[in-house]
């Protein structure tokens, strides 16, 4: 299989060159035209968001799914980082008066254990765990 992806690169690259086409321009473009199903279960909500920046894009699903898929292999793994994010800092200004009061009774709770550092401090690991 590698010996005729070779012969089908080389090829292309004659054909690109000369202009001539041969028998096995026919025998490429046929290897090329050959593709495998794949089912996948998606979110709802994330295929229909990922599907309307595609096509915003005007690139549809399979081709994105095929991109993907050639990354793996060009990267010899997942093309990106897979990790689990920092934890965001508590938004007070959506919380109820009843959560609000639970983080007071934590940071409370926190304090009499000694569970302090400086504020310098404090500010410095916001900036880093956050990056701002």
Do not use: H
């Amino acid at each position: 299989m590698k010996n005729v992806l070779l012969l089908c690169v080389q090829v292309g690259i004659i054909k690109a060159e000369t202009g001539n086409y041969t028998d096995y321009e026919r025998m490429c473009d046929t290897m090329a035209t050959k593709t495998s199903n794949l089912y996948a279960r998606i979110e709802p909500e994330v295929k229909e968001e990922a599907e309307s920046i595609l096509a915003a894009l005007g690139i549809p699903a399979s081709n994105a799914i095929n991109m993907f898929y050639k990354q793996i292999i060009l990267n010899r793994g997942i093309p990106f980082e897979v990790k689990i994010p920092p934890a965001r800092p508590v938004n007070v200004a959506k919380l109820s008066e009843t959560e609000l009061d639970a983080e007071l009774e934590k940071g409370y709770a926190d304090m009499k254990a000694g569970k302090t550092k400086p504020a310098k401090q404090a500010f410095a690991d916001i900036r880093r765990d956050y990056g701002i």
